[in-house]
C-alpha cells in the first residue's frame, strides 16, 4: 500500500478576525495550501471538511472553483479536523484517488460554549442547577488527577507559561504575549482549580492540508512528509467525559490511550521514537494527562518533566511548539488540523524562532474532545 | 406550598430523602439520573443518601442560560460541584452545601440533602436541587 504524503499546508491566523466568516478562513486556508503544494484548485480531486459552526464545507467551491470533484462533510465533534484527516488518507491508501485535502474552519462566539442539556440526552434540571458548563468538568477531572498522582497546581501553571512562550514566537498563534509563572497562579479562577491563564478559548481558524499519494508527492517534488498513521477511535467503559450527571465507581481507561496504542503499532514505532508532539491542551491539565495517557511518561511525572524543561522546545520531547490550544483558541474544526500544519513546518525545518533543534524526523498530534473521542497521527520525514 | 423539586423523578419523595438513580435489569448497573424517555430495561432505584467525596471543583463565575439560579454579577456566590461516590452504586454529580470551598477534601464523607436553587425567592417559588453536605 503507498503511503500518504502531506505535500502541502496551509492557516488562516487563529484569533479573532473582524469581517471575516469561518468559511472565508477556511478558503484563504485552502488558497494558502494550494500555493503551498504548487498545484491549482483544479488539480485537487477530492476533498473531506468539516466546521462546527461555521456552516457546511463543500459550500466552499462556489468561492475556490465549480470542478465538480467529491467533497464530503464530516461532523465529529472536535475530532472533525482529525477525521477528515483520516477519511482523506483512506481515500488515497485505496488507490482511488493520487491528491486530494483535508481542511477545517470555525468561528465562535465569546465566552464558553453554551449547551443544551437535552441534546445529550440530559434533563433540563441539570442545566437550570448549574452543571452544563464544560469548564467545570474539566476541573473536577483534572482535580482528582493532581490529587492521585500527587501533582501540585503550580504544574498546571507550568503548562501556561510554556504555552504563552512558544506562543510569542508563532506567526498564527492568537495569544502572543508571554506571561510569568507568578501572574498565572494568581489569576482569578474559573473552575478550580483552573483559572483563567489555564484555558483555552473558543476562537476562529482555519488549516486545509494537501494529502497525496507517495507517486505524486515525488512528482511533486517537495520534502516527503508522510503521514505514517491516522487513528481515530471513541471511549471505552469507565472513561470521565463532559456532562456527566453521574460516572461509575469502577474507574477505566480512556479513548487517547487506545488511540495511542493504535496509532504506535500501526506505524511501528513507540513514543521514545517521537522527536516533536502536539497534544491536546484544552486546558492546562489536559497536557498534563496526555503526555502519560499517549505514553510519553509515567502518570505522575509530568511536573518532574516540567520543571526540567523536557517539553520546551529544545527538550527532549518538545511538546506544543506553537502554544497549542492554549495560545491558539480553539476554533472545533480546525484544531486537530492545525497541530498537524505545526508538525508539517517543524519537520520541514521552517519553524523560524519556535523550531525545533536537531533536525527532527517524527511528529505526533492527538486531539481529544467531546464526547471522549481521540484523534491520533504521526508523520515522519 | 413547601418548597418543591426543581423536576419530578429526581428525588424519591417530595421530603426529598433519597435521589432517583436507575438501574438496568440485565446488567445490573446503576446510573443517575432516570433516562428521559422511559425504557423497559431499567428500572428506579433509590440511591444510598451518604457518600465520599470523589473529586470537586467550583464554579466561580455565574453560568449562561440554561442556569436558572441567582446570576446577578455583583452578588454571584460561588458554588461546589463534586462527585460523590455512593459505595456499590454509583458516583453522583452534586453540589455540595455546608463547607467552604477551601475546606472540600477528597474522601470526606457527605450525607444528601436539598437546597433552594435561588435561596433569596418566596418559600413558595422556591425550587429544591440536590446537594451533599459534610457529616
Not at chain 1, 270 to 285: C, K, N, R, W
Not at chain 1, 306 to 321: D, F, K, Q, S, W
Request: hydrophobic share 40%.
Amino acid at each position: 500500500m503507498s503511503d500518504v504524503c502531506i505535500v502541502g499546508a496551509g492557516i488562516h491566523p487563529f484569533g479573532r478576525t473582524e469581517g471575516r466568516d469561518g468559511m472565508d478562513q477556511g478558503v484563504y486556508a485552502v488558497r494558502q495550501a494550494l500555493a503551498d503544494t504548487g498545484i491549482a484548485w483544479e488539480d485537487v480531486e477530492f476533498a473531506f471538511g468539516g466546521s462546527a459552526a461555521s456552516g457546511a464545507a463543500d459550500t466552499m467551491v462556489s468561492k475556490l472553483g465549480l470542478t465538480g470533484i467529491q467533497f464530503i462533510n464530516v461532523s465529529n465533534g472536535c475530532a472533525t479536523g482529525g477525521s477528515a484527516l483520516n477519511a482523506a488518507a483512506s481515500a488515497i491508501k485505496s488507490g482511488e484517488y493520487e491528491i486530494g485535502m483535508a481542511v477545517g474552519f470555525d468561528k465562535h462566539p465569546r465566552g464558553a460554549f453554551n449547551a443544551d442539556p437535552g441534546a445529550y440526552g440530559l434533563p433540563n434540571w441539570y442545566g437550570e442547577a448549574g452543571y452544563m458548563l464544560t469548564t467545570q468538568f474539566f476541573g473536577a477531572k483534572i482535580m482528582r488527577y493532581l490529587h492521585e498522582n500527587d501533582l501540585s497546581r503550580e504544574a498546571l501553571g507550568r503548562v501556561s507559561e510554556k504555552a504563552f512562550r512558544n506562543g510569542a514566537k508563532t506567526d498564527h498563534a492568537w495569544r502572543r504575549s508571554e506571561v510569568d509563572l507568578e501572574t498565572i497562579m494568581n489569576a482569578p479562577m474559573i473552575s478550580d482549580p483552573l483559572n483563567k491563564y489555564m484555558f483555552c478559548s473558543p476562537a476562529e481558524g482555519a488549516v486545509a492540508l494537501i494529502l497525496a499519494s507517495e507517486k505524486k508527492a515525488k512528482e511533486l517534488g517537495g520534502p516527503m512528509i508522510r503521514l505514517k498513521t491516522s487513528v481515530m477511535r471513541t471511549r471505552p467503559p469507565g472513561s470521565f467525559e463532559v456532562f456527566a450527571a453521574s460516572i461509575d465507581n469502577e474507574r477505566g481507561g480512556t479513548a487517547t490511550e487506545i488511540a495511542a496504542k493504535a496509532a504506535f503499532e500501526q506505524a511501528g514505532m513507540g513514543p521514545e521514537d517521537i522527536d516533536v508532539a502536539q497534544l491536546q491542551d484544552t486546558e492546562s491539565g489536559a497536557e498534563i494527562m496526555h503526555m502519560a495517557e499517549n505514553g510519553f511518561c509515567p502518570h505522575g511525572d509530568q511536573e518532574k518533566w516540567l520543571i526540567e524543561g523536557r517539553t520546551e522546545i529544545n527538550g527532549a520531547l518538545p511538546v506544543n511548539t506553537d502554544g497549542g490550544c492554549l495560545a491558539c483558541g480553539e476554533p472545533i474544526g480546525a484544531s486537530g488540523l492545525r497541530q498537524v500544519y505545526e508538525n508539517v513546518v517543524q519537520l520541514r525545518g521552517t519553524a523560524g524562532e519556535r523550531q525545533v533543534p536537531g533536525d527532527p524526523k517524527t511528529a505526533y498530534t492527538q486531539v481529544y474532545g467531546a464526547p471522549g473521542v481521540s484523534a491520533v497521527t504521526i508523520l515522519q520525514r | 406550598m413547601n418548597a418543591q423539586p426543581i423536576a419530578d423523578n429526581l428525588f424519591t419523595d417530595d421530603n426529598m430523602t433519597a435521589l432517583v438513580g436507575a438501574r438496568n435489569k440485565q446488567t445490573g448497573h446503576i446510573s443517575f439520573p432516570l433516562p428521559l424517555t422511559p425504557n423497559d430495561n431499567i428500572e428506579p432505584i433509590a440511591l444510598a443518601s451518604r457518600g465520599t467525596v470523589w473529586t470537586y471543583t467550583v464554579q466561580r463565575f455565574p453560568p449562561k442560560t440554561p442556569y436558572a439560579g441567582p446570576a446577578d454579577p455583583e452578588n454571584f456566590k460561588p458554588y461546589i460541584v463534586a462527585y460523590v461516590s455512593l459505595p456499590g452504586q454509583t458516583m453522583v454529580e452534586s453540589r455540595l452545601t455546608g463547607v467552604e470551598p477551601e475546606d472540600v477534601k477528597i474522601g470526606m464523607e457527605v450525607e444528601l440533602t436539598a437546597i433552594p436553587l435561588d435561596p433569596d425567592a418566596p418559600a413558595s417559588e422556591q425550587k429544591m436541587i440536590h446537594a451533599f453536605q459534610p457529616v
